[in-house]
């Protein structure tokens, strides 16, 4: 019985082989039509509307470290020896004023289209430039559909 199931599992895993190749190297057809991606009537271009980011509204007085929970969510799989990339790292919340008075009021913030939140990271307390950005939209619902 125990062979038998050897030799079915041995049989599948030849078929799935033979497909994978198949694919693999199958040439393509030079004939294939690409259908164009509709891009949106107005080309958004984030890295202009985040420009001067730093002169919005801190959220924060001085740099945090984060929060082990929020930093264990990218955590390696253990026993890989790799070191997770927000351990001993600070950050920097900026809004601009659209969504100012939400964030800074409201225990459940419900922030309006065109809210733009930025978080530096750090990899000190003092260090003047951010290693990594990164950045919310608030946008509009029907926003590149």
């Known amino acids: 019985m125990r062979i038998k199931n050897l ?10 082989i033979g497909c994978l190749f198949i694919f693999l190297f199958t040439r393509k057809s030079e004939t294939q039509t690409v259908t164009p991606i509709k891009t949106p009537e107005k080309i958004i271009d984030a890295a202009s509307e985040v420009a001067g980011y730093n002169k919005w ?6 740099p945090q470290i984060m929060d ?13 020896g790799l070191k997770n ?3 001993d790292k600070y950050i920097n ?13 409201k ?4 922030f309006p289209v065109g809210t733009i939140l930025v ?5 000190s307390p003092d260090r ?3 290693e990594l950005l990164t950045v919310m939209i608030k946008r509009d619902k029907d926003f590149n559909a």
């Open 7 to 16: 030799v079915k599992i041995a049989i599948v895993a030849i078929a799935l």
């Open 57 to 62: 509204t801190k959220v924060n007085d001085k």
């Open 68 to 80: 082990y929970l929020v930093r264990s969510y990218c955590a390696p799989a253990s026993g890989l």
């Open 85 to 87: 990339p927000h351990s």
């Open 93 to 105: 919340v900026y809004v601009n004023s659209i969504g100012e008075d939400e964030m800074l009021t």
């Open 107 to 110: 225990k459940y913030p419900k």
């Open 119 to 123: 978080k530096e990271k750090l990899s």
């Open 128 to 130: 003047p430039a951010p």
